[in-house]
């Protein structure tokens, strides 16, 4: 799995094991529609292993922790389950020692799925991965969220009461520059030497995730932001803009893009590209064909009312097709970036970076979450692929 993808929960019970070169402190939490645990109970970890439908099992030293989730068993009103680990190693972060969750039937130990948070660096403490329902169906979500200030500093920010008063979560995208202490709380985290913390990404209040309070947002592959600015959805109408240029110049080249609807089930619903300038009612509109990529500025465009889907489109994904056969090596400064599409203000960009010798390229994800807010991911997944009826597949798989 990447950061930002889900697969449908084929089983009642699960486990995730979260495992590292290093030991890892593992705990659970459940929460409610507005991210908050009722109280301390629903905070899991090894002095309290146990709560309504979420067990925690310590691996001892020698095996991963896990938490396991019986949905059957979870209460009404709960919507989420967050897995978040730390290093056992006071002060210890990250970098260099990756953990790898693993989410396997807890009835038949079968693996479903593993995930990997890439990039990380100062952060003490993660989101792993979360456990959520939609639509009446559990799912889960790989998250890779860091922070600066420890478990507490997640604990916190999920409305768990810590021993001392702990100043508001720090998250950290990838490669922040200093690392600052996680505030004291018993257990499982100790007090460390006091460290001035480093300026961190806007973060939506609650979530830790990048948002759009400070402005535009430039993205890296991978990585999310949600259209909410001051804890509110900002707009309603968006405009993504594709654009690249030949690699070689004086040759021409056919590039096309599209977006592809899903469904909360990764159904495809419908296709939106030059031959289909407008899906769902009209609420996705596609510019028109562009067939050299000259010129400065967006190639193709493709504007969506995100007030106007129906509730059963629940996943965008933007596509990049090469019709006339060139690979993306031949292809420069591929990008897409989203606007407003009242104020032609743009709002977040990704520059794909890389090319790899394909045809096609999945660029970014539009993914409408449980709580009505959308966010928008970097993607950067090359495919072979002309046309954008071979990226259906592919683009359902990574939602």
């Given amino acids: 799995m990447t950061p930002g993808s889900n697969i449908p929960l084929p089983t009642a019970r699960v486990t995730v094991d979260v495992a590292a070169p290093v030991r890892l402190d593992v705990s659970g939490l459940l929460l409610t529609a507005d991210g908050k645990v009722r109280s301390d109970d629903d905070f899991i970890f090894y002095n309290q292993p146990a709560g ?17 989730v019986d949905t059957a068993a979870v209460p009404p009103g709960i919507e989420k389950i967050v897995v978040t680990a730390s290093p056992d190693a006071q002060g210890q972060t990250f970098q260099g020692i990756e953990p790898t969750a693993t989410i396997r039937s807890a009835d038949d130990n079968a693996v479903l799925a593993t995930f990997t948070p890439p990039r990380l660096g100062t ?22 969220q860091g922070y600066a200030n420890g478990l507490a500093g997640i604990a916190t920010d999920f409305g768990v009461t810590v021993e001392e008063p702990a100043a508001p979560a720090q998250p950290v995208a990838p490669a922040q520059p200093a690392t600052p202490p996680p505030p004291a709380m018993q257990p499982p985290v100790s007090p460390p030497t006091p460290a001035a913390p480093p300026a961190p990404p806007a973060a939506a209040p609650g979530t830790g995730k990048i948002n759009l309070d400070k402005g535009r947002v430039s993205l890296q592959k991978n ?30 080249i056919d ?15 419908d296709s939106c590209y030059f031959g289909k300038l407008q899906i769902v009612g009209g609420a996705i509109q596609h510019s028109g064909d562009n067939l050299t990529g000259e010129g400065a500025g967006d190639d193709e465009t493709i504007t969506v009312d995100l007030g106007r889907l129906p509730q059963d489109v629940t996943g965008l994904v933007f596509t990049v097709n ?41 660029m970014a994800k539009l993914i409408r979450q449980f709580s009505g807010e959308w966010e928008m991911t970097a993607m950067g997944e090359f495919v072979k692929s002309r046309t954008v009826r071979g990226m259906v597949k592919p683009a359902a798989q990574s939602l």
């Avoid at 309504?52 to 396991?68: E, F, K, Q």
């Avoid at 792993?128 to 890779?144: D, F, P, T």
């Avoid at 993306?328 to 970076?353: H, I, M, N, P």
């Fill in 52 to 68: 309504p439908g979420v067990t925690y099992r310590s691996g001892g030293g020698t095996a991963p922790d896990a938490i396991t």
């Fill in 255 to 269: 590039l096309d893009a599209s977006v592809i609807a899903y469904g909360p089930q990764r159904n495809h619903v």
């Fill in 322 to 362: 090469s019709f006339s056969g060139q690979k993306f090596t031949q292809v420069a400064k591929a990008y897409c970036r989203l606007l407003d599409a009242t104020t032609g203000e743009e709002l977040v960009r990704f520059d794909l970076t890389s090319a790899e010798p394909q045809t096609g390229v999945m």
């Fill in 223 to 252: 990585q999310t932001v949600s259209l909410m600015k001051g804890g509110r959805p900002l707009l309603s109408r968006v405009r993504m803009g594709l654009g690249w240029e030949p690699a070689y110049r004086g040759k021409d």
């Fill in 123 to 144: 952060e003490t403490a993660l989101v792993v991965v979360e456990i959520y329902l939609r639509n009446g169906a559990w799912k889960a979500r790989a998250v890779g």
